[in-house]
């Protein structure tokens, strides 16, 4: 193998500060799109778990929609098609007037994809309670809402832990493909230090390491999670 | 903006129908070889020799722990530079999904062979038939019955997967719509065309996961 | 009359002969060696170097240089006694035509290339086909004129291009505050402006010309700005490939002796508007170099 090893390329200016720089981007619409795919994704599902047959369609249709094209694909939608599809005013702003466009872009279509996929986890989640639990919240007296919020919501987002555990970390993998748009994140970033410097090896084993580095605390943080607020008792393990 | 004109995508078809057989294939291969490599993984896994189950675990949790475009990536870089000579785009990404498909389909075979009641593996033991045997002819075809709905619905996931190859600008079904999307300045057309056939072609293979997975509880 | 018939009969063939005997004795060049294995050329294209190197409707490459670089075949596989040449078309970009040509899983990149002493460190260029310059594509009823109308504005730039470098360093010197927007090739670049994505698209003049005919409404499209630079196209070939890179200079030779490179050229250009210049036609006569 004919390769000429450089390590010090990793910490050298300006190679160094690209990386830096990579592994913010990352983070930051990792997790900006975390939040909106926790926040509408647990909406979605708990409209998806109630027993209205208009309302599951509607809700079923959007997580259909989302979960049977590529991420890549929908990235793409967002960032050219729909700025065509609106009104041309509104669609001029979003190509000019909205600041860092492809960032809040990446970060939207990130988080509608992920939110669906958060939807089916909470909805497995609210079925897996027992059904016991919301027919004596509603032989209680509380409504349905009250049900929900009091009895079945808790409970059913302790049973949900782990998988949302695994689409928190999914997110960060995701994120890298907002570099099709030009979002210069962490596997952006490496593959420019590569094609500049031709070290290969060692900018992709950076990006490598930092990943795992992700994969680790966030596994290791939602461990400490679940076991604090694990429900104690056979019944609720799942 | 002008109408939508479907046109370019009808004088397009035989180039993107090529870029959608490329697209079918690489899913077909990655999936028989990430089930073949998934299969030898999670039997190391299970298996009694510690060393070796230890670097299979490693070899899963390190690839789920990193993006797939990283990957892709890494082989399109690696792949010559191991050979020794250069190397086309199609077969280092065949091999990058090979590889990364492998820790995936291992999890899911892992948890199919474990999912296997204890009492087969003892009574298959019993009659005397050997740790490969018993995997080979009890074990492992109720696991793979067991796991079928899954497989498919990873295999859907891989075949969304493959619109990766974009970032090494492999002409798939994702790369030559967009190809003709940028060259006729058509993009509107294009992408809505690609969103509609992935989207016919995965609610397809979903629907064949919840036959399967609703034909086996209808079987007990 | 007979005996100078028999005579220049007798030079043609010893020239043929001595041609052919040349290449062999000395094919030694790694290029010339895989295309006799292979039995076969893997020529690079692009995606939308309108006119040089371009997918039509039909995604088949067709082109100015494509053209050229079908008669560079032509020549190899009369120069190596080849029954049969196929030629594998191989798309490349911006960012991978280097390294594919000099790893060698393209044997020559026919397209846009321009010619610059940091290339040559990793590839070879052939005799300049072409000359062009750094201009900017506007919308006509922008009112732009020159890069400093840009303050305020945007411009996107292809990656990995002599443009690119040249725009950003003048942007750098003069700290003009103009924001770039990287795009990964010309088509890319059209579109952002063509859906007002951004103010202003710079590349090579002639491609942005290219650009322009193809658009729906060309009228709509101006290229503007004095020329910023001075560039000669070349073909990219590996390095130390001398036996195969002397077959390509022949071949863009003896179509530039015999007035064939201008009637191609022709073809190709005339249709968006841009005639033969007396300057590209006085390099024309230079890389004409007699047998």
């Given at each position: 193998m004919n390769y000429a090893w450089n390590w010090g390329v990793l910490f050298q200016s300006p190679y160094l500060e690209w990386l830096g720089q990579g592994i913010a981007m990352t983070l930051a619409v990792s997790i900006a799109a975390w939040t909106i795919a926790l926040g509408l994704g647990t909406l979605i599902g708990i409209f998806h778990s109630g027993a209205s047959g208009a309302m599951r369609f509607v809700t079923g249709s959007y997580i259909n929609l989302f979960r049977n094209v590529p991420l890549l694909l929908q990235m793409f939608l967002w960032f050219f098609v729909v700025p065509e599809l609106l009104p041309k005013a509104a669609g001029t702003w979003l190509k000019r007037g909205l600041p860092y466009p492809e960032i809040v872009t990446a970060i939207v279509a990130l988080g509608l994809f992920t939110a669906s996929r958060v939807a089916v986890q909470v909805a497995a989640g609210i079925a897996a309670v027992p059904r016991g639990q919301s027919m004596a919240a509603r032989a209680s007296g509380l409504s349905t809402a009250q049900a929900y919020r009091l009895v079945l919501l808790p409970q059913a987002f302790r049973i949900v832990v782990p998988p949302l555990t695994s689409e928190f970390l999914?997110?960060?993998?995701?994120?890298?493909?907002?570099?099709?748009?030009?979002?210069?994140?962490?596997?952006?970033?490496?593959?420019?230090?590569?094609?500049?410097?031709?070290?290969?090896?060692?900018?992709?084993?950076a990006a490598t390491v930092v990943y795992m580095a992700i994969a680790l605390a966030v596994t290791t943080l939602m461990t400490v999670i679940e076991r604090r607020v694990s429900i104690p008792g056979p019944a609720a393990r799942g | 903006m002008s109408s939508f004109d479907i046109s370019v995508i009808l004088d397009a078809l035989p180039f993107l129908a090529k870029g959608l057989g490329l697209s079918l294939g690489l899913t077909a291969v990655a999936m028989i070889g990430g089930l073949v490599l998934g299969l030898v993984i999670a039997i190391v896994r299970l298996s009694r020799f510690r060393v070796l189950a230890m670097l299979a675990a490693l070899y899963v949790n390190g690839f789920r722990a990193v993006p797939l475009i990283l990957v892709i990536f890494w082989f399109y870089f690696l792949v010559p530079l191991l050979l020794g000579r250069p190397v086309g785009a199609l077969y280092s990404v065949l091999?990058?999904?090979?590889?990364?498909?492998?820790?995936?389909?291992?999890?899911?075979?892992?948890?199919?062979?474990?999912?296997?009641?204890?009492?087969?593996?003892?009574?298959?033991?019993?009659?005397?038939?050997?740790?490969?045997?018993?995997?080979?002819?009890?074990?492992?075809?109720?696991?793979?019955?067991?796991?079928?709905?899954?497989?498919?619905?990873?295999?859907?996931?891989?075949?969304?997967?493959?619109?990766?190859?974009?970032?090494?600008?492999?002409?798939?079904?994702?790369?030559?719509?967009?190809?003709?999307?940028?060259?006729?300045?058509?993009?509107?057309?294009?992408?809505?065309?690609?969103?509609?056939?992935?989207?016919?072609?995965?609610?397809?293979?979903?629907?064949?996961?919840?036959?399967?997975?609703?034909?086996?509880?209808?079987?007990? | 009359m007979k005996g100078r018939i028999l005579g220049l009969a007798a030079i043609g063939a010893s020239l043929a002969l001595g041609l052919v005997s040349a290449a062999r004795a000395q094919a030694t060049d790694a290029v010339i060696d895989r295309i006799k294995a292979?039995?076969?050329?893997?020529?690079?294209?692009?995606?939308?170097?309108?006119?040089?190197?371009?997918?039509?409707?039909?995604?088949?490459?067709?082109?100015?240089?494509?053209?050229?670089?079908?008669?560079?075949?032509?020549?190899?596989?009369?120069?190596?006694?080849?029954?049969?040449?196929?030629?594998?078309?191989?798309?490349?970009?911006?960012?991978?035509?280097?390294?594919?040509?000099?790893?060698?899983?393209?044997?020559?990149?026919?397209?846009?290339?321009?010619?610059?002493?940091?290339?040559?460190?990793?590839?070879?260029?052939?005799?300049?086909?072409?000359?062009?310059?750094?201009?900017?594509l506007v919308k006509s009823k922008s009112g732009i004129t020159e890069l400093a109308d840009l303050k305020g504005k945007s411009i996107a730039l292809p990656i990995n291009s002599v443009p690119e470098r040249l725009i950003k360093s003048i942007v750098e010197r003069d700290k003009l505050n103009i924001r770039i927007v990287p795009v990964r090739d010309n088509s890319e670049g059209f579109l952002a402006l063509s859906t007002d994505r951004v103010d202003a698209f710079s590349t090579d003049d002639i491609l942005l010309f290219g650009l322009r005919s193809k658009a729906p409404a060309p009228a709509d499209y101006e290229v503007v700005g004095k020329p910023l630079s001075y560039d000669s196209y070349g073909f990219l070939v590996q390095k130390n490939s001398t036996v195969f890179l002397s077959l390509v200079n022949a071949t863009l030779a003896r179509l530039a002796r015999d007035g064939e490179l201008a009637r191609i050229y022709g073809t190709w250009f005339e249709p968006i508007g841009v005639p033969l210049s007396a300057s590209l036609a006085t390099t024309f006569q230079t890389i004409g170099i007699p047998e």
């Open positions: 999914t997110i960060f993998k995701n994120s890298s493909i907002a570099l099709t748009i030009g979002v210069y994140e962490l596997t952006a970033q490496t593959q420019q230090i590569q094609s500049f410097t031709y070290q290969g090896f060692e900018a992709f084993t | 091999i990058a999904f090979v590889m990364f498909e492998g820790a995936y389909y291992s999890e899911i075979l892992r948890a199919g062979l474990k999912s296997v009641r204890p009492g087969q593996w003892q009574a298959a033991q019993a009659s005397g038939l050997t740790y490969l045997q018993t995997v080979r002819l009890v074990v492992l075809p109720q696991a793979l019955r067991k796991m079928a709905p899954l497989m498919v619905t990873q295999g859907v996931v891989l075949f969304q997967d493959t619109s990766l190859v974009y970032v090494v600008s492999l002409h798939d079904f994702m790369t030559s719509a967009s190809i003709i999307a940028n060259t006729q300045n058509r993009i509107v057309e294009l992408y809505v065309f690609a969103a509609l056939v992935y989207f016919a072609l995965c609610t397809a293979g979903s629907a064949l996961a919840q036959r399967l997975s609703s034909d086996r509880q209808r079987a007990h | 292979k039995k076969a050329i893997s020529i690079g294209y692009r995606e939308a170097s309108i006119p040089f190197s371009y997918i039509d409707a039909q995604g088949k490459p067709t082109g100015y240089s494509t053209d050229l670089c079908t008669r560079v075949a032509a020549t190899v596989k009369t120069a190596l006694g080849l029954p049969e040449l196929e030629i594998k078309w191989v798309p490349v970009n911006l960012q991978n035509r280097i390294p594919l040509v000099a790893n060698g899983t393209v044997d020559i990149s026919c397209e846009s290339a321009v010619n610059t002493i940091g290339r040559q460190a990793q590839v070879d260029f052939s005799s300049p086909f072409f000359i062009s310059s750094t201009r900017f």
